[in-house]
Every structure is written in structure tokens, then in C-alpha cells.
């Protein structure tokens, strides 16, 4: 990181000027990755899949740096899907070792650049030491203004809303809501993301062109990037070029295009 940007971090300002974005003033605000291809990346080089994603942890190192230098305000990493657990059991393990290292490891540094980290996904069932790098995580964070750092952990789209719906109709039966208060605010605020505005740009790397249950109802009007690279090689020319793409699209939300004359 530099120094004007760790000034920047510490402040909860966005560096005045990012980096590969000289011609684009406003980032999105929001950028949420699909971190995918670990597994590939080794494959490739005959190393085992461990290997990739302790590569693809220094990954979300870089991604966390570059994050602050191009001015984004909530970055969300999908780091395991609530499929995930179809895993063999030894694959499973190695990744819930590589959290607790990531937190372990990288906590004081990301609280010090003032990140504020925030965990979406189930909880419930996770063992307890999982669980308790998860809170300590966001609590030693808390009051932080820079980046928010989203880890999206044992999460899944589809579960996140039915936890939302039923939560709402909890609500209802008890009285506290009416069934016509149920509208699309209500459900987004019982959402774990409560608070956090929609992804602007969904980037995928290692090419697979396919959501798997991220942000299902987050996303509904994110602009998508797929990018070729694995996730270990996802460096901060390849954040910024997706950033650069994004910057290309045409956002139109069912309406017409502002670009056109
Ligand atoms: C992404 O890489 C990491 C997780 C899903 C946890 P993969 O492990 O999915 O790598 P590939 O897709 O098998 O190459
Ligand atoms: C999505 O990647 C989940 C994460 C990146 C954590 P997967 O590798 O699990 O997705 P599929 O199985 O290819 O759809
Ligand atoms: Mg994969």
C-alpha cells in the first residue's frame, strides 16, 4: 500500500487520486469477488490444492490493498459457500486452518489500515473456534471508517433469504409486522448485508460464468466480470482493469441509457 493511501485508510477518506484510475473520479462503491480457481492454479503446476489456496490467501492480501488504492468502500470475498462442505473432509479442514491463519496473521495489520470487517453467513453450526475468530474479527473492528472488508463465510444466497423470510415471518405472526408491511426494504434489511449497499461490480476470476448461490439477491443489477486469470494470480493491474471494464458498462436499471444523447 502507499503511503498517501494508508493516510487515506487511517483517515476513511479515498485516496485522491487511485491508482489506474486517473480518467474514472468515482469507483463503485462496491466490488464483490468470486474468488475461484485455487484448486486449478495448482493442478497446473502438479502441486496439491492446499497450495493454492495458501496462494490465493496472499491473494486476498493484495485485493485488500488494492481495494483502498482504487477508492472501493466495501469490498466482499467469497471465501466458502455453504456447499463447500461437499468437500472432502481434508480439503474442508485445510480451508477452515487458512481463516484462522488469515485472521490470526492479518487482524492488527487490517484494523492498523482501518478495515472494518464484517462476516455474512450462516453461524449456527460452526465449531466454536471458527466462530470465535469470526466475532473477534468484527468486534476488534467495529468502529473502524475505512474499507469494509465483507467475508462472505459458509454463506449461500438461497439460505441467507430464507433466514430473511422467516425471521420476517416471525415478525408477522407475533404481530410486531403486518403482511403488507412485507416489502423489498424489509426483506434487504433482514438480510446479513443489512446496511451494506449492492455490489456494483461482481468479478469472478478463472472464467466459470456462473453465480453459485453469491448475493442472490444482492446482485440483482451488479454488473458482472469474469476474469480468466485464477484467483492466485489475481494481482492489482487485473483489479484495476476490471474496474476500468465496469466503467465501460452502461448501467440502465430497466430505464434508459444516461450515455445516450
Ligand atoms: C476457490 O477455488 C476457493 C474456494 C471455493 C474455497 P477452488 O477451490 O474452487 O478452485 P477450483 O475451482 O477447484 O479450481
Ligand atoms: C464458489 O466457488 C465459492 C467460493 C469462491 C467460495 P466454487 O468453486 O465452490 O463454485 P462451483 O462449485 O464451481 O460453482
Ligand atoms: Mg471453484
Known amino acids: 500500500m502507499t503511503s498517501e493511501s494508508q ?16 480518467s474514472h473520479p ?4 462496491h466490488v464483490a469477488i468470486i474468488m475461484d480457481g485455487n484448486g486449478r492454479w495448482a493442478a497446473h503446476r502438479g502441486l496439491p490444492r492446499v497450495e493454492g489456496h495458501r496462494r490465493g490467501l496472499e491473494a486476498v492480501r493484495r485485493a485488500v490493498r488494492s481495494a483502498i488504492d482504487l477508492g472501493i468502500r ?26 484462522k491463519l488469515f485472521v490470526r496473521r492479518d487482524l492488527a495489520e487490517l484494523h492498523g489500515n482501518n478495515v472494518r470487517i464484517r462476516i455474512i453467513g450462516e453461524r449456527d453450526g460452526l465449531s466454536p473456534d471458527i466462530a ?10 467495529e468502529a473502524n471508517t475505512g474499507l469494509t472488508l465483507v467475508v462472505a463465510f459458509n454463506y449461500g444466497g438461497r439460505q441467507e433469504i430464507l433466514r430473511a423470510v422467516r425471521q420476517l415471518a416471525e415478525a408477522v405472526a407475533d404481530g410486531r409486522m403486518r403482511p403488507d408491511q412485507l416489502d423489498a426494504q424489509a426483506v ?47 494481482d492489482h493491474r487485473a483489479f484495476a482493469a476490471a474496474i476500468d471494464e465496469y466503467h465501460r458498462r452502461d448501467r440502465r436499471f430497466g430505464g434508459l441509457s444516461d450515455k445516450a444523447g
Open 7 to 22: 493516510t487515506a485508510a487511517r483517515s476513511g477518506a479515498a485516496p485522491a487520486a487511485p491508482r489506474g484510475l486517473s
Open 26 to 29: 468515482s469507483p463503485p462503491q
Open 74 to 99: 466495501y469490498l466482499t470475498i467469497y471465501s466458502f459457500s455453504s456447499e463447500n462442505w461437499r468437500r472432502p473432509p481434508a480439503e474442508v479442514a485445510d480451508l477452515m486452518g487458512l481463516l
Open 132 to 141: 470465535g475468530v469470526l466475532r473477534e474479527a468484527e468486534e476488534k473492528t
Open 188 to 234: 434487504t434489511g433482514a438480510l446479513d448485508t443489512s446496511g451494506i449497499p449492492d455490489p456494483d461490480l461482481v468479478i469472478r476470476t478463472s472464467g466459470e460464468q456462473r453465480l453459485s448461490n453469491f448475493l442472490t439477491w444482492q446482485t440483482a443489477y451488479s454488473e458482472y466480470v469474469i476474469v480468466p486469470e485464477f484467483w492466485p494470480d489475481f
